[in-house]
Structure formats: C-alpha cells, structure tokens
DNA sequence: CCTCCGATTGGATCGTCGTTCCAATCAGGA
DNA sequence: TCCTGATTGGAACGACGATCCAATCGGAGG
C-alpha cells in the first residue's frame, strides 16, 4: 500500500507561499486563511509550508509587507510635500480598502517591517515639511496612528458589510440605527446619522490628514 | 454512579461572567480568555455561561463596553471644551493603557455601544468648540480615528512587552534595532531612534491631540 | 553513471479552542 | 403536592494551529 500522492515538481517558495495566502486572505478575508486552505490551493501538505514559513503570524506579515511594500515602492515624486503626504495617506487607505485583512494585521503587529516603511516614508514628508525637530517625532506618529486608525475601523467595516449584504445597506443600516438613538440622551450621534449615510469613506480620511496638516502648520 | 458537582446557589448573572471575564484579561491577556478558564473560575459549566452570554464576541464586547461606560461616566464638567476634550481622551488612553484588551476589540467591533459613547461625548465636545457643522463629522471621525490607532498600538505593544520582559527592556530593544538601520536608507527612523527610547507615550498621546485640535481651530 | 546525504515534501496526529447539546436540577406558581 | 419552564454542569464535536516523521527528490563527489 501506501501509495502517497505524487510530489509536487515546481519548487515551493515562501514568496509562492504568501501570494497563496494574500490570494485566500483577498477573496475570503482574514477566516478564509488557514493551513488547510493553504495546503489544498497550492496542492501540498502542512510540512511543506512550515518549512518555508515559521507559523501564521509570520505568513501574515509576510503577506502584509508585501502589499505595503508595493504601495510606498511606487515612488511618488512630489514637488509639494505637502501634496505628496495626500498622495501616501491616499494610496494607503486604498491599499487597506483593497485588501482589509493588511489593516488588521499592520495594528496587530506593528513591529514588522511594513509599518517601519510607513513611519520613514511620512517621517520623511515631515521633514521636507519643515516640522520643527521636536514636535516631528510627535507629528509622525500622530499621523500613523490617524492612518491606522481608520486602517482598522475599514477592516472592521468591510468584515461586516461582507457578511451583511452590500455596504449601501450596511451603512444605511447603521445609519438608522444612529437615527433612532434618543436626541436628548445621543444629541450628536443622531444627528449625524444623515452624514453617515451621504459621507465618502475617501474624503473624510483625506479631511482628516488636511486636520493634521493644518495642525503642524501652526509649528511651523 | 452519576455523582454531579453540586450546583451553585448563588445565581449566575451575566453581570457576574463579565467581571469575571474582565479580570482573567486583565490577568493574562487576551489569550488567557477561553471559556475553559472561565468555567474554571466561576466554578461552573459552558452551558452556564452560554446561557447568559450568546458567544465570545458577545463578552467581549460587554466586558469593553463596561470598562469604557465606567470611564465616560465619570462625567468630567469642564468649562473650557477644549480641555474637557484633552482629559477624556488621557481618560481613554489611560483606561487602554490600563486593559490594552479594550483597545483591541474596540477596534475589532466598532458597531457596538462603547464607540457610540466615544463618538457622542467627543462629537458633543467639539460642537461645544464651535466647530462649524459641515467640519464637525470629519473632525469626530479623525479624533475617535485617531485614538483608536494609539488604543491599537498599545494594546499591541502591550502584548509584545508582556511576552518580552519589561516595558523598559522592549523598547530599548526596538530603539537598538531603529538605530541600526541604514542612515543611508532610513534617515528618519534612524534618527527618531534616540525619541523613541525616551519619549513618554502619554506625553506624545496628548501631543497629537493637541495638533488635532490645532488643526480644528483653523477651521474657525 | 552511480551513490549518498541534506533539503524538501506530504500527511497523520496532537492538544486546544469555541460551540452545541442534553440530562440533571432547581424555584415557584397552580 | 406536582409540574413546568428556567437554569446549570459537562460530555462531545468539528476546526484550528502546530508538530513530527517517513518518504522523496536533486545535485555534489566518486
């Protein structure tokens, strides 16, 4: 007996490995991604992949650092550092909104090389930006934090607008939840149902950058 | 045959799991939150707690919801908003510094009641700072955001200097690997080494607050 | 061409997790 | 007193990440 299934000819890789994952992790989202998905699509067994991979958290990062590398690897030339900061901020909310599981993984752990990229990249900006020496470690991470931030809040939303239906009514779903709160005791909250519901995801990330702007600018 | 443990008196209550889940994660981390311990401690079985509790989420989500509820309630009467706006936030951070637990599922499952009180008592903050009505969404959307972010770094770093020793000891770890890199390849980060090992997270905390509100003021 | 050894692969297996399910038990109204 | 619905305790299930090892491959040295 033991007739085992015939060995796989083309080598595996860690970069093979992660493009699989990256792959599982866009079309089902961060659930989808287990070792057993993994060994069925790349046709292979549990060991193969340990070998490559040190374990899940890795393979995730991995897959993470890959996406933001190609984000930030575009190399935007931007006169305006001010311009070029929108640009980063924009293609990293985008990047994020692609792929919600990287904004998950980017606040789980933040250590790893993709968020290092992040930091020197606008650190940088900051600095063409004239940001005084003392308040640009600040800014920087005032600004990261922002950006995580609603890295987060789109991978929370986009995990439940997958499993609600579209985000249309997931959002207007929200919405009326919010419009129905008690105006005396959730004053704010219900009236901004109605903004909820109109408001692009896009723009009030960029207003939000514009508020860190306008912000440094009085350091200057 | 059939000798059951003896079946407690005094009634489980949903109220009574929370506190108890509450205090395993203060204790041991998110991980050392399974159901398991939770019978455990409460010296019962998973039907028990399912009863009263309709899944993991479902805890966790209660147990934040407490913690955040005891920190807003502490209704702080400030007269000037904007420093009204600098103590809930501190109060925010510390309460996430305190259960970096809070921070992560806050930004898990942003739907549920805590955030609504975040965004009802930070909104209100800052229409009572005159913000102009059309700003006012996006600038509530950028502090929760930017909270939120530094709730999920701390959580994160909290985790990491638990399983590394000291707090002290794992950020000089990270400020040693910074310093490291190439000047030449990332001369921000190399250079914002020496800020990291000294600055005060709390201090940089406030300080991008304080930009943000910098930034709202120019709105005026 | 053969031999052999380290690198690589496939899959059985382990321990743990969240969750389900149901028999046992209790409290209190009929 | 009896009965019924609410509550409890714990066995069992399926899925997960991870480990382990026999099987296999490919190329360096003879």
Redesign the interface.
Same mark, same amino acid.
């Given at each position: 007996m033991a007739n085992r299934a015939p060995r796989r000819t083309d080598g595996l890789s860690k970069e093979v490995i992660v493009q699989a994952a990256a792959a599982i992790l866009d079309g089902g989202g961060e659930a989808a991604l287990t070792f057993r998905a993994l060994t069925a699509r790349l046709a292979t067994g549990y060991g193969a992949i340990y070998h490559h991979v040190a374990n899940k958290s890795d393979l995730l990062a991995a897959a993470t650092d890959a996406v933001i590398g190609g984000v930030l690897g575009d190399a935007v030339v931007e006169a305006e550092p001010r311009e070029a900061l929108r640009t980063v901020s924009l293609g990293l909310f985008d990047a994020i909104d692609a792929h919600p599981w990287v904004g @998950?993984q980017l606040?789980?752990?933040?250590?790893r090389p993709a968020l290092?990229e992040i930091?020197?990249r606008i650190?940088?900006l900051?600095?063409a930006l004239d940001v005084p020496g003392r308040?640009?470690?600040?800014? @920087?991470?005032?600004l990261?934090?922002?950006?995580?931030?609603?890295?987060?809040?789109n991978a929370?939303?986009a995990r439940?607008a997958a499993a609600d239906g579209d985000r249309e009514a997931f959002l207007g779903a929200?919405a009326a939840r919010?419009a129905s709160?008690d105006p005396d005791e959730?004053?704010?909250?219900h009236q @901004?149902a109605n903004?909820?519901r109109e408001?692009d995801d896009r723009e009030?990330f960029l207003?939000?950058v514009?508020?860190?702007?306008?912000?440094?600018?009085?350091?200057r």
């Open positions: @998950a606040y789980r752990e933040p250590w290092l930091y020197e650190g940088g900051l600095v308040a640009l470690f600040d800014a @920087a991470g005032a990261v934090n922002y950006v995580l931030g609603v890295a987060g809040q929370a939303n439940l929200v919010w709160l959730y004053p704010f909250v @901004a903004q909820l408001h009030q207003a939000g514009d508020l860190f702007l306008a912000g440094i600018a009085t350091l």
